[in-house]
Each structure stands twice: as structure tokens, then as C-alpha cells.
Nanobody, 128 residues
Framework: QLQLVESGGGLVQPGGSLRLSCAAS????????ITWFRQAPGKEREGVSCISGSGGSTKYADSVKGRFTISRDNAKNTVYLQMNSLKPEDTAVYYC?????????????????????WGQGTQVTVSS
């Protein structure tokens, strides 16, 4: 069974930066599309960024484009989300999710439909 553990969340001031990590165990991550989702209290979970298994395809929600960067290091079985120029509205629990698993390059999409595994989440709070 694939297990995902997020880390790197915390409290930062507006304009600050954080780097989130999603570390996998139980299986290799190289064939999995990975998507970062976030959920604030009282709001629905939304996709913020995704990356294909090889890293060749990435996508960002309009709200984070230009500020966030997703990357992966398959040798370390880890996916990262670099978050810069953080805003209070970025405050949420951030989750990484794996799926679909494919052996050919695909375009990733910001959707929960093909997600198979979820991490436990890490809290990001942007406040002065």
C-alpha cells in the first residue's frame, strides 16, 4: 500500500514562503500523478497543482499560478510544493494525493476523480 506523508507547513507572514514535501513509502512514486489539494474550514477541497509521473506535465490553479511551483524527485520518492508570495487566502490544510498511475506520459488535471491515495495533510497559516 502506498502511503503519503506531508510536511513543511507552518505559520508564515504574508509575502513569505514555505516548501511542502510529500514523501511516499510502501511503493515507488515514479508512475503516479501527484496532486496538491487544499481545504480551508467551511470550504470545499480544491486542487492547487499537479505533476505527472515523469514531471513532464504540470498544472496550477489560477489562484496560485506564478507563486507556487511543483516539482518531484523520483529518486527520493518525494514531491515538493514551493509556495512563494503567500497570501492570507492561502491558509488551509494542504494534502498531497496520488493517482492515476500510468506508464505513459499523461497530462495531469486538477481533479479528485482518479485519486487513489491521500496524505494526512499539513497546516499552512498565513497571518501577520
Amino acid at each position: 500500500q502506498l502511503q503519503l506523508v506531508e510536511s513543511g507547513g507552518g505559520l508564515v507572514q504574508p509575502g513569505g514562503s514555505l516548501r511542502l514535501s510529500c514523501a511516499a513509502s510502501g511503493s515507488t512514486l515514479d508512475y503516479y500523478t501527484i496532486t496538491w489539494f487544499r481545504q480551508a474550514p467551511g470550504k470545499e477541497r480544491e486542487g492547487v497543482s499537479c505533476i505527472s509521473g515523469s514531471g513532464g506535465s504540470t498544472k496550477y490553479a489560477d489562484s496560485v499560478k506564478g507563486r507556487f511551483t511543483i516539482s518531484r524527485d523520483n529518486a527520493k520518492n518525494t514531491v515538493y510544493l514551493q509556495m512563494n508570495s503567500l497570501k492570507p487566502e492561502d491558509t488551509a490544510v494542504y494534502y498531497c494525493a496520488a493517482g492515476p498511475r500510468t506508464t505513459v506520459q499523461v497530462m495531469c488535471v486538477l481533479s479528485r476523480v482518479r485519486v487513489g491515495f491521500w496524505g494526512q495533510g499539513t497546516q499552512v497559516t498565513v497571518s501577520s
